[in-house]
């Protein structure tokens, strides 16, 4: 079976402090991807990254970025320089290759940021 | 292309009754779920379809039904509401074996 943890249920910081959402899954296949999505107080479902199992390079998009992690079956997402507009419930989330294409989500992080 | 659509946006109603939560999408996508989102829980699969005519349970089935007699429609349909459904509900497609499902706006609904 598939699990997603996220640890974090809600953070609080201040405008343009760097914050790191931490991102633990299980799975016993080795092909799958993981997804980050924002899900701002308007409730829509934002998608903001996939990641495959085979392609564990680092990723940055702004003052976004994501670590992948294998060994410690981790996928992480960071803000650097955080912004009032980051505040938001973040998802992360799991799908195997094979089967139903079902999404496994975790509990979500609540982030607000502080002016 | 609108996406993917949910109707209605809000509902309430009361322990027993029946209603249908309307999903389409204009993608010509063969794959559609349903997820209900619960505080703390995340997003939980709650029925899936590959195509038309072909459905199945997801994690959290019981109290719900789907058909799917086209590509673009997949209702649920709640036959007799309890409290525990009170939820916000989310429908998403996606082409099968692709990366990315596309999600709708969702479904606030209150069971009294």
């Known amino acids: 079976a598939q699990k997603v943890t996220q640890a974090q249920t809600e953070i609080s910081v201040v405008e343009k402090e760097d914050v790191t959402l931490d991102c633990v899954y299980e799975?016993?296949?080795?092909?799958?991807?993981l997804f980050w999505y924002k899900q701002p107080p308007s409730g829509e479902l934002v998608f903001l990254i996939r990641?495959?199992?085979?392609?564990?390079q680092n990723e940055i998009s702004g003052r976004y970025s994501w670590n992948f992690q294998k060994s410690t079956s981790s996928f992480n997402f960071t803000i650097t320089a955080s912004q009032v507009v980051d505040s938001a419930v973040y998802f992360c989330?799991?799908?195997?290759?094979?089967?139903?294409?079902?999404?496994?989500f975790g509990q979500g992080t609540r982030l607000t940021i502080n002016p | 292309n609108a996406g993917v659509t949910q109707t209605p946006k809000f509902q309430v109603l009361k322990t027993g009754q029946s209603m249908t939560l309307q999903c389409a999408q204009d993608?010509?996508?063969?794959?559609m779920s349903w997820y209900r989102q619960d505080p703390g829980m995340g997003l939980r699969l709650i029925h899936y379809?590959?195509?038309?005519?072909?459905?199945d349970q997801g994690e959290v089935p019981n109290g719900y039904n789907v058909s799917r007699s086209t590509t673009e429609d997949f209702p649920l349909r709640l036959l007799s509401a309890a409290p525990s459904q009170t939820s916000v509900y989310f429908c998403?497609?996606?082409?099968?074996?692709?990366?990315?499902?596309?999600f709708g706006p969702g479904t606030r609904l209150t069971v009294t």
């Open positions: 998403a497609s996606s082409y099968l074996g692709d990366y990315e499902q596309y």
């Open positions: 799975t016993r296949d080795t092909t799958y991807y």
């Open positions: 990641r495959n199992s085979f392609d564990e």
């Open positions: 989330a799991l799908r195997i290759i094979q089967g139903a294409q079902k999404l496994v």
């Open positions: 993608m010509n996508h063969e794959y």
């Open positions: 379809s590959v195509g038309a005519g072909i459905t």
